[in-house]
Every structure is written in C-alpha cells, then in structure tokens.
C-alpha cells in the first residue's frame, strides 16, 4: 500500500516562507513523476510543481516560479516543496501526488494560509 504524509502546512503572513514535506511509504524510484497540487475554496485543484523521477526535470505552475522550489531526498523517499514569498493567493490545501504505474496517489493534505 502506497502512502503518501504531507506536512509543514500552517499560517504564515504575506513575504513568509514554508517548507512542506511529503514522505512516502515507498522509493521515490517506483515513481514516474511526484509533485504538489493545491486547491483553494471554490477552485479546482492545480498543478503546482512536480518533478519527473527518471531524468529530474521540473514543471511549476506559471504563478510559483521563481518562488517555490521542488526537491527530493531519494534516502529519505521524502520530497518537499520550498515555498518564499509567500502570497495570499497561495492559500489553499496543498496534496502531494504520486504517479506509480498505472494509478495515481494521493496524500491526505496539509493547510497552508497566508494572510496579508
């Protein structure tokens, strides 16, 4: 059973930063590509930096770049998403997500707020 546990969520003010943390239950290697997806209120849930195992190539979401970094400790099966100057609009649940084939897996999720 794969398991992914998200943390590092929490409140923050505006120009703040976190670092979120999702550890799993199994190598990062059995994966094709991990990452983090948020969704505020009312939205859909997005794409928010991801990362393709075999090669390390990164994706971010147009919004986050030059903000957020996307890394990962292969020893620990642990990958994490550096988050700085933070925004209001960065509010929302962030997932960590998992493509092993041929399923997708999701974390439980971790609340992060930014107020101005």
């Known amino acids: 059973q794969v398991q992914l546990v998200e943390s590092g969520g929490g409140l923050v003010q505006a120009g703040g930063s976190l670092r979120l943390s999702c550890a799993a239950s199994v190598s990062i290697f059995n994966m094709n590509r991990v990452g983090w997806y948020r969704q505020a209120p009312g939205n859909q849930r997005e794409l928010v930096a991801r990362i393709i195992t075999d090669g390390g190539s990164t994706t971010y979401a147009d919004s986050v770049k030059g903000r957020f970094t996307i890394s990962r400790d292969n020893a620990k099966n642990t990958v994490y998403l550096q988050m700085n100057n933070l925004k209001p609009e960065d509010t929302g649940v962030y997932y960590c997500?998992?493509?092993?084939?041929?399923?997708?897996?999701w974390g439980q999720g971790t609340q992060v707020t930014v107020s101005s």
């Open positions: 997500y998992a493509y092993i084939p041929y399923r997708d897996y």
